[in-house]
């Protein structure tokens, strides 16, 4: 298996601008999660989905945020409009019950 | 509630030096699992080990070693003959019966040739 597969790797944006993160989870995970990290606060759990239903999202910052799941194999996390404080790393992490898998990873930086 | 505390923000040894990163939790269920993640300083989480709360049995993978032990709520991880590709951030973590996952704040090591 090919692992969670996260695009993009990097993204710049003005602020402002929406930006859209990509999540490929792995093959039967019925588990999926969204990290933030950053320096400041570490990782912090922003929502997940429990067979593509949305859990728990008390981790979302603001309105601003927002996250979807259409299918199995694939979820959004789209900030709208985006600011320079969103800048971090975003991840998306798979479970079948037990171990969660981390994708690498979307470097986002707002300026 | 549920909580994991690494107290060890950073460590640094000397390369083959043995070091232990320490993990305390907190959990009313009585199922539940522990993780180790590893997070190099290229950035991706690596799953490293996971634990039932069931099985206390210690585990030992190569130069790494897992010390499990309820009466005392700890998880801990040992690495024997440290070596530099060992430095990273090292995250412990609990999940419950739910599908939550609870990180602790995480323990940079640092290994110095």
């Known amino acids: 298996d090919a692992g969670v597969i996260q695009s993009p790797r990097h993204e710049v944006t003005e602020m402002g601008q929406e930006v859209t993160l990509r999540c490929k989870p792995i093959?039967?995970?019925?588990?999926l999660f969204w990290y933030r990290q950053t320096m400041m606060r570490g990782l912090e759990l922003l929502i997940y989905?429990?067979?593509?239903?949305?859990?728990?999202d008390s981790g979302m910052p603001e309105d601003r945020f927002s996250a979807k799941m259409p299918n199995a194999s694939f979820s959004t996390l789209k900030i709208q409009p985006s600011e320079p404080r969103d800048s971090a790393v975003y991840f998306c992490?798979?479970?079948?019950?037990?171990?969660?898998?981390f994708g690498q990873g979307t470097r986002l930086t707002v300026v | 509630a549920q909580k994991v505390t690494q107290a060890q923000t950073e460590i640094s040894v000397v390369e083959k030096e043995d070091v232990t990163l320490d993990c305390v939790y907190e959990t009313r269920d009585t199922t539940y699992y522990l993780f180790w993640y590893k997070q190099p300083p290229s950035g991706e989480l690596v799953f490293l080990i996971r634990?039932?709360?069931?099985?206390?049995q210690n585990e030992i993978s190569g130069r790494y070693s897992w010390n499990f032990q309820k009466s005392t709520s700890s998880f801990n991880f040992t690495i024997t003959a440290s070596q530099v590709v060992d430095s990273a951030v090292y995250f412990c973590?609990?999940?419950?019966?739910?599908?939550?996952?609870?990180f602790g704040t995480g323990t940079s090591l640092t290994v110095i040739p």
């Open positions: 989905f429990n067979n593509n239903v949305p859990i728990d």
């Open positions: 992490a798979s479970s079948l019950r037990r171990e969660a898998f």
């Open positions: 093959s039967g995970h019925n588990s």
């Open positions: 634990r039932n709360s069931f099985d206390e």
């Open positions: 973590a609990l999940k419950g019966p739910g599908n939550q996952f609870y």
